[in-house]
């Protein structure tokens, strides 16, 4: 008789399932949606533990939600200049160095061009050459300058979106909660962004990686321990416009969503803001310059899935992999 799985299924843009055995007695887990998704914690922990994990990551939500004018990000796009939290402050600093590294491909000033594309979405138009133009002259992280705690948006009417960094970062949080809580093993998992601490009821944590165009089909097996796994896919957040469909990842150097892109991308990273980051990066980018950045990041992995099927992956991602059948039915 086939073992019975508990799948957690992605919400959003993402595309992983934690797969296990239904969880021994010490696991417990708890669920609440926060971060306009579904966070899960599944954990060998007290329930003080998990309530604790899921306050902090509820604190990174009330700073950084952009669409609530109250949050810091909030007040920061609409005066351009703000004394932020060490949080907020520490996120921008690591998105910065997303963008250095990905040559401009992950940006989280993009937030006009978000924006512009809500509303083509809504009245099903494409956006015109001067629309493009002037929203695109307010995005570029060099004009994000950074003083002690002050932030400045050097142009106005710049706006950040933390969409491609701020769950994993808020994963990171929940799981610096635990470890200090003394938690060993534990698994985080906000709408597909997830950090696997330790083991699971039957050892290293299994991650099911989503098809990319069959929503009932599982494309691959991932086992992992104290690491993060992120995706970034083109088939669940999209606008059909004019008979044609438009992902909802945005370069940053064309203003229009990415076309002729990758279908998936899978991300394995030690923390999950890297992973949530280069996901989103790595995507922008294409198989072959984002395969390329993958295999020059230390302790990064990566699977691309492009049009036509076509995999690619990075030099040592099969150490994660799961081949084996009788492995998969487990």
Partial sequence: MRKKYSVIPVVAALSLFFLEGYCRAEFLTRTRIMMSTQVTITADASLQDIKEAFEVMAKIESLMNDYNPRSEIGILNRKGKLAVSPEVK???LRAIYFSRITNGAFDITVGPLVRLWQKMGKEKRLP??????DTLSLVGYQNIKISDSMIL???KGMRLDLGGIAKGYAVDKAIEVLRKRGV???LVNAGGDLYCLGKGPSGKWKIGIQHPRNMRE??????????AVATSGDYRRYYVIQGRRFGHIIDPSTGWTVQNSPMSVTIVAPDCTSADALATGVFVLGLEKGIKLINS???VEGMIIGEGMRVVKSSNWQKFEVS???????
Avoid: H, S
């Avoid at 599982?218 to 690491?227: E, L, M, N, S």
């Avoid at 084996?324 to 487990?330: I, N, P, S």
């Fill in 184 to 186: 060993k093993n534990a």
């Fill in 218 to 227: 599982i494309f691959g097996i991932i086992r992992v321990t104290d690491k």
């Fill in 153 to 155: 948006l050097e142009k």
């Fill in 128 to 133: 015109t050459q001067r629309e493009l133009k």
């Fill in 297 to 299: 990041l230390p302790g």
């Fill in 90 to 92: 520490e996120i921008i």
């Fill in 324 to 330: 084996d059948l009788t492995e998969r039915m487990k």
